[in-house]
């Protein structure tokens, strides 16, 4: 039953979970967990497994989700990597209560459980290196070949499987495997590795340990641990389900999760591999995980994007069993969505021109009466100064328009927002370059507030700044990081490097503000009116030097090719 009424499409995944309740199968409870492992930032495809997981446990009533760092493995992990994944979930507004827990918090009962197989003659330690194994394994139209100490006596698998984990042995010289089938058509069932020996300091065990359990099996029996019901992973593990099924049948623990597939995100214009972006930092192609061009979260909330957006995106997406590539304009069509109906108003110039009203008196400022967000009258009007001197828009000019150029050009009348009709009555000139560097208008003051009580009109309407209040900043503009639109389709290469767009970020300085903005919130976003949707930089930004990132424009891609077609996911 749903904890709220918010409708939500039914896919399969609530479908078994509504089933499975139904019928009191798990005794009637859902459990689910989110379980990253802490190798790197989470990214737009994880949003997609938090928002499947921690919602499933939300909207089902007695739902509970899990936070489990799966920290298996020592030599990649990192307590940063655990603070940013902690702080990413929460802020994308999900909450684990008390069950944050860590795989590597289960490595004591993950090793008796392996002496356990042991035990019922299901594991045995095996001598063969890493190659051996490999070329014993066989191919998927050859079975494998049994490695030479398949059939070692449980007292000597005993022994020294705990010699192992003692650090008798040198790192890679043993491992412990299942013993299973090694003529199984599925590879994964053949003898797979459940521990290998590695001599590397784990974030929180330190050096307590010199074996390490690996994913397949430490993954299974930590869900089981933790009386997990519904264990969804995505659809590269669907291989794996049978092994996951059969280490949890062997061990006959008291809860035996069912495994859950379903496709991944991907998303145009960028990839998605943890391996991938952390070779995007480490090669400084990006200032950090952070940076407001990375698909992770914590680049996304850099770069504007709110909680509510990223949620709404990921239930359009949907669930499902097809792998399919998403159009990232469909991510910026959510934000604008959500921005539009809460994003204050504000009047910016990105790239400014000199005016000067000609018959506008020296030293006098009106406050103009602007709306804060015409989407929400409950947010009000602000005062916004108006002087002699301002600012417009250098594309808002030109000095020879062609047809359909409605904006300001000599002799033309447009309105300024808020303000007054002005019209243009020359442009002034770097007699060097021939550049106009300056304009000079006369303003009509019968249109105070924008309107002419002579019912004249005007076919365009310009923001602008007060030149003597405005505030100076830095405007950091993005376009996608990869000029493909499928830049993994080359597959788990590095050929998405050459696919980076030189022109992903253009640093525009002296941009011109409305004065108020100095006073943001690291963080706070803005439409910049007529421009985009804009956010103070959470880590740049100070009252003394403004600095902003754009969000996404105005223009809505995405909307607009919904007219023609449904871009929105291609097979
Ligand atoms: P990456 O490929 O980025 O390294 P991963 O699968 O190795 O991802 P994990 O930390 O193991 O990263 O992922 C945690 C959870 O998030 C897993 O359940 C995984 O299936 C899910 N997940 C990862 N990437 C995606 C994606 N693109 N779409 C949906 N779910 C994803
Ligand atoms: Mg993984």
Known sequence: MAANDEPRPLHFIRQIVADDLASGKHGGRVVTRFPPEPNGYLHIGHAKSICLNFGLARENRGGVCHLRMDDTNPSKEEQEYVDAIIRDVRWLGFDWGDKLFYASDYFDRIYEYALDLIKKGKAYVCDLTADEVRDHRGTLTEPGKGSPHRNRSIAENLDLFTRMAAGEFPDGSRTLRARIDMASPNINMRDPVMYRILRAAHHRTGDKWCVYPMYDYAHCVSDAIEGITHSICTLEFENHRPLYDWFLDALETPHHPQ????????????????????????????????????????????????????????????????????????????????????????????????????????????????????????????????????????????????????????????????????????????????????????????????????????????????????????????????????????????????????????????????????????????????????CADSEDFRPDALVFNRTVGLRDTWARAQGRKEPQARG
């Open 259 to 534: 495994q859950i597939e379903f496709a991944r995100l991907n998303v145009t214009h960028t990839v998605m591999s943890k391996r991938k972006l952390l070779k995007l930092v480490k090669e400084g192609l990006v200032r950090g995980w952070d940076d407001p061009r990375m698909p992770t979260i914590a680049g996304l909330r850099r770069r504007g994007f709110t909680p509510e957006s990223i949620r709404d995106f990921c239930e359009r997406v949907g669930v499902g069993k097809n792998e399919s590539l998403v159009d990232i304009a469909l991510l910026e069509h959510c934000l604008r969505e959500d921005l539009n109906k809460r994003a204050p108003r504000v009047m910016a110039v990105l790239k400014p021109l000199r005016v000067v009203i000609e018959n506008y008196p020296e030293g006098m400022v009106e406050e103009m009466d602007a709306v804060n967000n015409p989407e929400d009258s409950s947010a009000g009007t602000r005062k916004v100064p108006f002087s002699r001197v301002l600012y417009i828009e250098r594309d808002d000019f030109m000095e020879d328009p062609p047809r359909k150029f409605f904006r300001l050009a000599p002799g033309r009348e447009v309105r300024l927002r808020y303000a007054y009709f002005v019209t243009c009555t020359s442009a002034v000139k770097d007699p060097a370059t021939g550049e106009v560097v300056e304009l000079r208008c006369t303003y009509d003051p019968a249109t105070r507030g924008g309107g002419a009580p002579d019912g004249r009109n005007v076919k365009a309407t310009l923001h602008w700044v007060s030149a003597a209040h405005a505030r100076d900043a830095e405007v950091r503009l993005y376009d996608h990081l990869l000029s493909a639109e499928d830049p993994d389709d080359a597959g788990e290469g590095d050929a998405f490097m050459s696919a980076i767009n030189p022109g992903s970020l253009q640093a525009l300085a002296g941009c011109k503000v409305e004065p108020g903005l100095a006073a943001a919130a690291p963080g706070a976003f803005f439409q910049f009116e007529r421009l985009g949707y804009f």
